[in-house]
């Protein structure tokens, strides 16, 4: 019986890359449409430069997918994965331990990200992750998506919500559990557990948990 969780985010955290920009730019590739790819980074770029907030990024990215097969995404997911495992800097081999520490001592093992289901499921399955917090896309009836998400918002404030609500469902305690993050929009959700831990050691964050007296990894 579990009796506890560890958390932990999934990009640069657990892989090296940023698993949505990433997979976009095999979805484009795949698909040929470099141009939609170039408009969307120019776009983005302009964005971050004029302090659009995390969370209006996160939904303007979900809908470069509007009008797509959800199956057609899942599939895709795959075989970007496939592809991104035979790099052998891929994972962030101080993270992938802890979660396979956790593993043996039989706890819950949960990516929380903000990134969406079919591009994080095929990471989970790798490691042996059955539970997976991220960003819920919007479906029509027939399985297309709409380009909108629904809530929480697994990203910021919105990954402590999931972290708790999670707990709550499987009667366990935060305050027993691990969260795993390397960025300072991970905050709130390290906050909320008894064993924050930082990925990273020459970041913001890191600098954030020396003060907090974290660990850093």
């Not at 657990?14 to 470099?34: A, G, H, P, Q």
Request: glycine share 6%; charged share 25%.
């Amino acid at each position: 019986m579990h009796t506890s969780a560890a958390f932990f985010d999934v990009d640069e955290t657990l892989i090296t890359v940023k698993s949505m920009f990433d997979f976009y730019d095999f979805w484009c590739r795949e698909n040929n449409e470099y141009d939609k790819l170039q408009r969307y980074m120019t776009d983005f770029r302009s964005a971050v430069k004029n302090g659009t907030p995390r969370e209006q990024l996160n939904r303007e990215y979900y809908r470069q997918f509007a009008g797509v097969n959800y199956k057609d995404l899942e599939e895709a997911g795959k075989n970007w994965f496939r592809g991104k495992k035979l790099d052998s800097e891929l994972f962030i081999s101080s993270a992938v331990a802890a979660l396979k520490k956790h593993q043996a001592n039989n706890m819950f093992i949960v990516f929380i990200s903000g990134s969406m289901h079919p591009v994080l499921s095929p990471v989970a399955n790798y490691l042996g992750v059955t539970d997976i917090l991220c960003t819920p896309l919007e479906l029509t009836g027939e399985g297309i998506i709409t380009g909108e998400i629904g809530t929480p918002q697994t990203i910021g404030i919105g990954k402590k919500e999931a972290l708790i609500n999670f707990c709550s469902q499987k009667k366990i305690s935060a305050a027993d559990c691990y969260a795993y993050g390397d960025d300072l929009s991970d905050i709130p959700m390290l906050e909320s557990v008894g064993y924050p831990v930082c990925v990273g050691k020459y970041t913001e964050l890191a600098r954030h948990a020396i003060n907090q007296r974290w660990p850093v990894i």
